[in-house]
């Protein structure tokens, strides 16, 4: 019996059937984008005009009282003097113009929008690098306003639980939290583990921390590595404890979260639209003894081809 030619049927491949599909697609994701944790553990106070001024006693062991008996009359005069020049803190601008063009916000903005995009990737570069200044600016970063005798220089090398001990002799009212490096505080803890003592952990802002003596140990990037060497800074937070406060603007035209601003500066000849994000913001410590640092910290140097430290 005659039979007719055999007929292949072959499925719809992949590459094909994949023109009549719709992708699924995340906002774009910026691996420079860390928690700034810094930032959240900040008191912040609004200021007036960019000028915070920061009065002080002049001598607080001139202020004389006595604790005599009932029958002596004589008491002791006194009165509190102050700094006749106190220092003021400015507030410091981070700004920068986002160019958008109006072909790529028309065409193609779905499913998402473009100048948002834009705008939020821009806003989170700019709070990085406030972070950065916040520890590390000149004027008024955490790092260079610490007062000579609140510094600390690690014993051995390697962060020790010895030498945060040091550290919470130097702000022993009320500490708030340790900042240092990720790689500094992994350092610390193979040294607690070394020696047995592995450190507890404490929960904030639904993440985990390791702790010495209950504070917290909190991470930030922008306390610079330099030769393998780093520092660990302890803080006490808020205007009430006489501690370290954020400064900033409230009230900025465009305000888009404390200190920052976007404000739409138009559309050129060229079709472009450009937008202006400031963001003012300052820091003050205020008093001496709310902030110390340990210099000196030894964290290893990192190894590429085996992930390991020396």
């Not at 507030?91 to 916000?105: I, P, Q």
């Not at 803080?235 to 404890?241: N, P, V, Y």
């Not at 050129?268 to 709310?290: F, G």
Request: aromatic share 8%; hydrophobic share 35%.
């Amino acid at each position: 019996m005659a039979q007719g030619p055999l007929i292949h049927h072959t499925a719809l491949g992949d590459v094909a059937a994949r023109q009549l599909a719709n992708a699924t697609k995340t906002v774009p994701q910026m691996s420079s984008i860390t928690p700034r944790w810094l930032t959240h553990l900040l008191h912040w106070l609004p200021v007036e005009a960019g000028i915070y001024r920061v009065n002080k006693v002049k001598d607080a062991t001139a202020v004389e009282v006595d604790c005599s008996a009932r029958d002596e009359r004589e008491l002791p005069q006194t009165f509190v003097d102050y700094v006749e020049n106190p220092r003021e803190y400015m507030l410091s601008a981070v700004n920068t113009v986002l160019d958008v063009h109006t072909r790529v916000s028309d065409l193609y903005s779905s499913p998402h929008n473009q100048i948002a995009e834009q705008l939020r990737l821009t806003i989170e570069t700019i709070k990085e690098r406030q972070e950065s200044e916040l520890i590390n600016n000149k004027e008024y970063g955490l790092l260079n306003n610490v007062h000579p005798n609140q510094r600390v220089s690690a014993r051995t090398g390697a962060p020790t639980p010895d030498d945060l001990d040091e550290l919470l002799t130097k702000v022993w009212k009320e500490p708030g939290f340790f900042l240092a490096h990720p790689r500094t505080i992994a350092a610390f803890g193979r040294e607690c583990t070394r020696r047995g003592v592995p450190p507890p952990t404490a929960s904030l802002f639904g993440s985990q921390f390791i702790t010495w003596r209950g504070v917290p140990l909190i991470p930030s990037d922008k306390v610079g590595i330099e030769d393998g060497k780093s520092r660990i800074l302890l803080i006490r937070t808020g205007e009430s404890r006489q501690g370290v406060v954020g400064l900033y603007q409230p009230n900025l035209p465009g305000e888009q979260s404390i200190g920052l601003s976007v404000r739409f500066m138009g559309i050129n000849d060229r079709a472009i639209a450009s937008y202006l994000v400031s963001l003012y913001c300052s820091l003050a410590v205020l008093t001496d003894d709310a902030l110390a640092v340990l210099d000196d910290v030894e964290v290893g140097k990192y190894h590429v081809y085996d992930h390991t430290y020396a």
